[in-house]
């Protein structure tokens, strides 16, 4: 019973233009999100979050999308550098722990 | 560096064989988290600690694995008996939860096992 699913494990694309990863939830009681990007060999590390009482919540590049109505999550990268290719997991906090999507690959080509 | 460690990082074991692994929170932190990571696959929950308290296992936490946090500082687990289904990434992860809203937990390198 997948709570958060990554429908799309990879995604490429150009240098300078938009990355936009989602991620789709089923539980209508989760009330925070968070984003966090993994490297090879290393742990996720936190990258931006929202509360459910937001729709938009916004950091540099990096913008995160609630639409609750769909209980759908998205992160948007503008603009997409080669350092941001990485795997990006959605998560929700649970209240006592974090349950994670599968993730999705992102590859930012030159 | 004041960041979650984990030791070691790398750790190649003989089916049957025991292991064990460290991990060292951020200092401040009163909550400290276990998961799991395989290929392909987002983190998976084991169990986590509120100060020494172990107050929540996951069901994939069967009971050949063991998790301690002695004096609510850093944290053990221990897989006894290890088959090879159990190679995996383990990642320690540690917050502070207060009175306050949520907050995002912070994440180790993790130790990569390997049972062969």
């Known amino acids: 019973d997948q709570q958060v699913k990554q429908n799309s494990p990879s995604l490429s694309v150009q240098e300078g233009r938009i990355s936009i990863l989602n991620c789709d939830y089923t539980?209508?009681?989760?009330?925070?999100f968070l984003w966090y990007k993994k490297y090879p060999a290393e742990g996720p590390t936190f990258l931006i979050s929202?509360?459910?009482?937001?729709d938009k919540n916004e950091d540099g590049r990096f913008t995160v999308f609630l639409n609750k109505s769909a209980k759908h999550l998205s992160l948007h990268i503008v603009p997409s550098q080669p350092g941001d290719s990485a795997v990006y997991f959605c998560?929700?906090?649970?209240?006592?722990?974090?349950?994670f999507g599968g993730g999705t690959r992102l590859m930012v080509k030159p | 560096d004041t960041g979650v460690s984990q030791d070691p990082r790398h750790k190649i074991t003989k089916r049957g064989q025991n292991v064990t692994f460290r991990c060292d929170p951020i200092s401040e932190h009163n909550r400290l988290y276990w998961y799991r990571q395989t290929l392909g696959q987002g983190p998976e929950f084991l169990t986590y600690f509120q100060n020494e308290a172990q107050l929540e296992k996951s069901r994939l936490l069967s009971d050949r694995f063991s998790a301690e946090r002695p004096k609510g500082s850093f944290s053990t687990l221990e897989i006894q008996r290890t088959e090879q289904g159990d190679s995996a990434m383990y990642l320690c992860?540690?917050?502070?939860?207060?009175?306050?809203?949520?907050?995002?937990?912070?994440f180790g390198q993790g130790t990569r096992l390997t049972v062969v």
């Open positions: 929202i509360s459910s009482i937001k």
């Open positions: 539980n209508s009681m989760f009330d925070y």
């Open positions: 998560a929700f906090d649970a209240g006592n722990m974090l349950t």
């Open positions: 992860a540690s917050s502070l939860v207060g009175t306050s809203a949520n907050t995002e937990a912070f």
